[in-house]
C-alpha cells in the first residue's frame, strides 16, 4: 500500500491557480522529497491532503483511505509541520503539547519529554514569549511526539539554526528507519538531496520531475560567484556566465577538479558557491517546465 | 471535551472581566436604591414626562419607587446591554478566531471531525453564558439582601431569565455569522449586539414600529411588559429560539465545509 497516492488532483482559488493534474505516489517507508519554488503549489497539495482544503477534481488517498471521508482516521496516523507556525497565546509549551496530545486522546509524556530534551526546548515558556525557532521546535515536537506512521513537514527548517537542523533531521532518519514515511516540501534543494531517497518537482501548479535522488542528480548545480579576474576558457558545464571586468557569475555543473584548477590560474579576491536557486535549475534543466524526466 | 476544556480556559479573562463588570454596575445600582428612594417621587414625575424617551425605556410603565420597578430598568439596562455584548461577541468570534489567529491550521489538523470542533466551541459558549447569568444572580440577590429588601421572586427569576434567553439568542445568532467570518469579527458582534437593543428602544415610541419586537430580542426582555403581565411573552421567545436555532444550524452547515486558508 502506498503512504500517499494522488490522482489527478486539481485544485484552484476562485480562478487562481493552486494545482493541476497532480499524480504523486510516495510508497509507504519512502523519504520522500516534494520541492519547488515559492508559490509552486507545494502548500495546496499538503493542505489538500490533510482536508483543510477541498480539491476541485481528482482524488488523494493516504494509506488508502480518502482524504475527504476518511479525513479524521487519516489524521490519527498523520503528523503535520506547518510552513508557518501559530499557537494559542497566553499558553506554555507544556500545556500546547498536552493540548495536543489530549486531541489525538493519545498520552505522549515519555516522547514529548525526550524531543524537548534533544531539541533543547524549555516547556515552561509561554508560546508567544518564543523565539522563532523555539515556536518551529514547539511544533516540531506537536508532528512527532504521537509517533505518526506519516511526517508531512512543509519547509520544516526555516528559522532552526544549523545544530538543530542536523539534529532534527537525525530524528527523522531514525524516524523513518523504524518505517515512518516521511514527506518534505522545500524549496531548499540541498535538504532533499541530503536526507531523501525519492523527489518530486512541482513548478506552477504541476509536477514536472519526479524519480530517485540518483535520477534528479543531474541538478547538481552549484551558482559560482567570483570577484577578481579569470579565464574560464574551455571549462566544460559553464552555463548562464555573466561578467564583468571584476566579477564572473556562473551555473556550473562540470567537474569540480577542472573548475579548481581553471580558478586557480586567475587573479581571484573573493569566491562564493552557493545552491542555485530553483527557479534557475528549472529553468536550466527543464526548459520552462515542460520536460520530464 | 478537550475543545470545551481548552476554550473554557482560554476565554478565562474576557469571561471574568465580563461577568466582574456587569455584577459590579449592578450591586452599585441596587446599593443606589435606599439612596434615590426618598427622592422618587420628584424622579419618578420627571422620568414620566420626557414624552417618547420616557416609553423608550418603558418607564411610563413601571414604578420607580419599588425595588424591582427600579431593578427593571436599571438593572435591566446593565445587563441587558453588558450581556448582549458579551454574548455577542464571544458568538461571533468562537469560530473566526481560530482562523484569525491562525490557529485553525493546528486545531484541524488533529483527528477531530469540524462538526466536534462546532459542537464543542457551542458547548463552551453555553456554558460560559449560563455560568455568567448564575454569577450575576447570585450577586444581585446577595445585594438585594444587604440593602434589607424582601427578594422579588418570580419577578427577578422572570427578568434574568429572559436575558439568559436573550444572550443564548445572539450567542446563537453569532455563531452562526462566525463561521463566515475569516477576520477579526468584533465589530460585527457589537454591532449587531447595539442594533437589536436601539431597534427595541424604537419599537417602543411607537405602535407602528411594534413589529420590530419579533427581529429584537430585547422584545421580550421589556421589563416592563413582565412586570405588568407577570409572565414572558412567548411569541416574541419562540422566534427568538428560531433565529437562534437558524444561527447555530447555518453555523455547521458552513463549518464543515469551510476552506482554511
Redesign the interface.
Known sequence: MNAIQIDDLTKYYGKTRGIEHIDLTVPQGDFFGFIGPNGAGKSTTIRTLLGLIRQNEGRAQIFGMDTIKDREKILARVGYLPSEVSFYPGMRVRELLKLSASLRRRDCRKISGLLCERLQLDTTRKVEELSFGNRRKTAIICALQHEPDLLILDEPTSGLDPLMQREFFEILKERNKEGTTIFLSSHILSEIQHNCTQAAMIRNGTIIARGSMAELSGTGAKRINVRGSVDLGALIGVRDLHSTPENVDFLYTGDMNDLLQTLSAGDIQDITVTEPDLDEVFLHYYGQGSGRI | M??VK?ELR?GKTTFLIWTATIAFLLMICIFLFPEIQGDMDAMGELFGSMGSFTAAFGMDRLNFGTLIGFYAVECGNILGLGGAFFASLAGVSMLSKEEK???A?????????RTRVAGEKLAALLIQIAAMNLIILAFSLLSIGMIGEDVPWKEIILLHGAYFLLQLELAGVCFGISAFLRRGSAGVGIGLGAMMYFLNLIANMTDHAKFLKYITPFGYCEGADILAEGRLHTGYIAVGIMYACIGIAAAYWRYT?K???
Open positions: 478537550t475543545i481548552h482560554h489567529d491562525k490557529t491550521e493546528f486545531l484541524l489538523t488533529h483527528p477531530v471531525s465545509k476552506e482554511i486558508h
